[in-house]
């Protein structure tokens, strides 16, 4: 089983940044795949930003060249460092892993952290 926690959400004005963390612990050798989900009220739960064991990050078009999605092995961490804010990125983002174990897939989320971006 995999653990997440995510932190770092708050309020910030547009155009200001933002950085998430989030911790994850458990089975964390199974993790191949970790990523950042947003859903704001109203919405479908979205991708932003994922990045899978050595490959490369990949990003919504609607966040890409402002947001940076790094993954820290020693720390257990995966972030997500968003600068250009705007009032549409108001939501909770969730961190996401994926694992596997065997024949069998899973998926883990942490509790999510609201982030608000006032315009």
């Known amino acids: 089983q995999v653990q997440l926690v995510e932190s770092g959400g708050g309020l910030v004005q547009a155009g200001g940044s933002l950085r998430l963390s989030c911790a994850a612990s458990?089975?964390?050798?199974?993790?191949?795949?970790m990523a950042w989900y947003r859903q704001a009220p109203g919405n479908v739960r979205e991708l932003v930003a994922a990045?899978?064991?050595?490959?490369?990050?990949n990003y919504a078009d609607s966040v890409k060249g402002r947001f940076t999605i790094s993954r820290d092995s020693a720390k257990n961490t995966v972030s997500l460092i968003m600068n250009s804010l705007k009032s549409e990125d108001t939501a909770v983002y969730y961190c996401n892993a994926r694992s596997r174990r065997g024949i069998y897939d899973y998926e883990y989320w942490g509790q999510g952290t609201q982030v608000t971006v006032s315009s």
């Open positions: 990045i899978p064991s050595g490959g490369s990050p």
């Open positions: 458990g089975s964390i050798s199974s993790i191949n795949r």
